[in-house]
């Protein structure tokens, strides 16, 4: 962006999701992922607002392959709120892999909001879990503090911050996707991610076009 963004106190980095289990050695490892440790560092030390979301399944959660005699990981069934993805077990409560990224400076967030803890439903959104009506509680949190635009940043593109993306938008606020602090799979799901942004709203920027 030609124009630099002058931050505000109406302003909030969320930062989505950056665990161990998505790190370099991790359960479900997404590429570069350690890579946008410190970008996230640096971007909570220029912010006014912090919150973090974690991932925080139970044991035996339903979007574990293990949880479906014969399946694979990374295939698909169809659950009641539609076809979910199954991934390797991760991010279960009270494990090492649930744990933040060791170099994550976790003391700037004023919240910690965490998703995906209904053994029966997945959740890649902080806003909301995926029947895309049970609330995680962010929405809440960010308008009860007056927070008017949503900066994101974390992992990863295609699901978490993606899906926070969209529900950002359609919960009335301004979001912004932070490229360089966020972490992607690279797969067939970015390209129709990035035009569900496009079609809603969902604006993306680097860390060098904001401006404390």
Known sequence: ????????????????????????????????ADAVVEPINKLMDVFPNVAISQDWHPVGHKSFYTSHEGKK??????????????????CVVGTPGAEFHPGLNTNKAK??????????????????????KTPTGMAGYLRQNGFKRV????IATEYCVGFSGVDGRSEGFEVFVVT???ARFDNDDYDPMIERWNECGVAQVK???LEA
Not at 2 to 23: G, H, M, N, P, R
Not at 24 to 31: D, H, K, N, P, W
Not at 120 to 131: A, K, L, M, Q, R
Request: with cysteine; proline share 4%.
């Open 1 to 32: 962006m030609a124009e630099k963004i002058k931050l505000t106190e109406s302003d909030v980095l969320v930062v989505i999701d950056v665990q161990k289990d998505f790190c370099a050695g991790g359960a479900l490892e997404v590429q570069n």
């Open 180 to 182: 360089d602090a966020t």
């Open 73 to 90: 990981p990374f295939e698909t069934v169809e659950m009641p709120y539609g076809e979910q993805i199954l991934w390797p077990e991760h």
């Open 207 to 209: 860390s060098a076009d």
């Open 151 to 154: 900066f994101l940043c974390g």
């Open 111 to 132: 919240a910690i909001i965490r998703k995906g803890t209904n053994v029966d439903i997945d959740s890649y959104s902080t806003f909301f879990e995926n029947d895309r």
